[in-house]
């Protein structure tokens, strides 16, 4: 596969593209732009008069922003895609930490370092995905909303009709203006409500009630063990046993 990049010096995409090299033939020069390139992929913070981009679109080039790139290179994987205003990287965190646990190798990409790890592409099954405002063109197979934010509540509602046909939806019930999103969305797909899990307090440290009995987190305040539920979900859609999920977080 041929691929193009137009971007700045300082470009955010630079991890992408390091990886993509590994595989790929991966150019960045104008004169290296032909016809036999399969996608340009162009940084969204570029100007729409940039001449790279307008040669691109000169030569009829199939033209891609980062997040739609994405899409088509893995269209035919299980996408499985975390959003959330404050929640997502947690979660993330906590389903990258799992899979490394249980040994179940897992494609990724993240727009920010998590625990050092950012961009890693191979031949798997499951592509878990941090999600962006343009997370919808990601055509989500199994995708997370953590919590959300009134101003970006049409973002999320294009998110959310944005998830394959029989796909999967989880969320979190406990804020009120995703629930009434959620409630409102007619999509043919899979809802699956979480919430703050069942726990206890002894003398500062925290322990979660699960099927095993209880799992000793240290200090660890509710909101995080909402994540950690939201994490196990996520999990389980991903193959991974609860009580393997459990051992993973015991781990941490």
């Known amino acids: 596969m041929n691929i193009h990049f137009i971007v700045a010096p300082s470009t955010h995409l630079r991890p992408l593209m390091a990886e993509l090299h590994k595989r790929h033939h991966i150019t960045t020069l104008p004169e290296e732009m032909t016809a036999t390139i399969d996608y340009v992929v162009v940084d969204p913070h570029l100007s729409h008069t940039h001449p790279d981009l307008l040669q691109a679109q000169h030569l009829g080039l199939n033209i891609l922003s980062p997040t739609s790139f994405l899409y088509e290179y893995f269209k035919h994987k299980t996408r499985v895609v975390i959003r959330g205003n404050r929640g997502r990287k947690e979660v993330l965190a906590k389903v990258l930490h799992t899979m490394d646990f249980c040994n179940q190798p897992v494609s990724y990409y993240f727009e920010s370092p998590i625990e050092g790890k950012q961009v890693h592409f191979a031949d798997t099954e499951f592509v ?57 969305n007619e999509s043919p797909i899979r809802k699956m409500e979480y919430g703050t899990p069942a726990f206890e307090t002894h003398n500062g440290e925290t322990y979660l009630i699960t099927p095993e009995g209880e799992l000793p987190l240290g200090e660890t ?32």
Do not use: R
């Open 128 to 184: 878990l995905i941090e999600g962006n405002e343009e997370g919808a063109m990601l055509h989500p197979t199994v995708a997370l909303i953590s919590d959300i934010i009134e101003e970006n509540k049409d973002i999320y509602k294009q998110f959310i009709e944005g998830i394959t046909k029989g796909g999967i939806l989880i969320y979190n019930e406990e804020d009120l203006l995703l629930n009434e999103l959620v409630g409102n």
């Open 221 to 252: 305040s509710a909101e995080q063990l909402g994540y950690i539920e939201a994490a196990k979900w996520v999990c389980q859609n991903m193959g991974i046993d609860e009580a393997d999920f459990y051992e993973a977080m015991a781990s941490i």
